[in-house]
C-alpha cells in the first residue's frame, strides 16, 4: 500500500512539471483557443517574464518555460483591438 502511494504521488510530482515546462507559444495557444471558444471578444495575451510582471496590469492566466514567463490576459478597447488586427494583417480592405 505504501509503495502504491509512494507511486502515485511521484506521477502527481511530474505531472505538474510537465506542465510549468509547457512551451509559452503553445500554452497561449490552448488559452486563446478557451477563451475564443467561451465567447470572450477584445483581449490580448502577453509572454512576460515572471520578474517583470506588475500588479494592476493583467492577470496572469499561465506560467510557462518552467516558471520563467507568465501569460497575461488584459482587455483591450475596441479600436486597440482593430489596431492589432490591423497590425497583424487580418483587418479587411477598406472600401472605397
Given at each position: 500500500?505504501?509503495?502504491?502511494?509512494?507511486?502515485?504521488?511521484?506521477?502527481?510530482?511530474?505531472?505538474?512539471?510537465?506542465?510549468?515546462?509547457?512551451?509559452?507559444?503553445?500554452?497561449?495557444?490552448?488559452?486563446?483557443?478557451?477563451m475564443?471558444?467561451?465567447?470572450?471578444?477584445?483581449?490580448?495575451?502577453?509572454?512576460?517574464?515572471?520578474?517583470?510582471?506588475?500588479?494592476g496590469?493583467?492577470?496572469?492566466?499561465?506560467?510557462?518555460?518552467?516558471?520563467?514567463?507568465?501569460?497575461?490576459?488584459?482587455?483591450?478597447?475596441?479600436?486597440?483591438?482593430?489596431?492589432?488586427?490591423?497590425?497583424?494583417?487580418?483587418?479587411?480592405?477598406?472600401?472605397?
Amino acid at each position: 500500500m505504501r509503495t502504491l502511494v509512494t507511486v502515485a504521488g511521484l506521477l502527481l510530482v511530474l505531472a505538474v512539471c510537465a506542465q510549468a515546462a509547457k512551451p509559452c507559444e503553445e500554452l497561449k495557444d490552448e488559452i486563446a483557443k478557451k477563451m475564443d471558444g467561451n465567447g470572450v471578444k477584445s483581449y490580448s495575451l502577453d509572454i512576460v517574464p515572471t520578474e517583470k510582471v506588475k500588479d494592476g496590469e493583467g492577470k496572469v492566466v499561465g506560467s510557462c518555460d518552467g516558471g520563467t514567463k507568465k501569460i497575461v490576459y488584459s482587455k483591450t478597447t475596441t479600436s486597440s483591438a482593430k489596431q492589432e488586427a490591423a497590425a497583424s494583417g487580418s483587418a479587411e480592405p477598406k472600401k472605397p
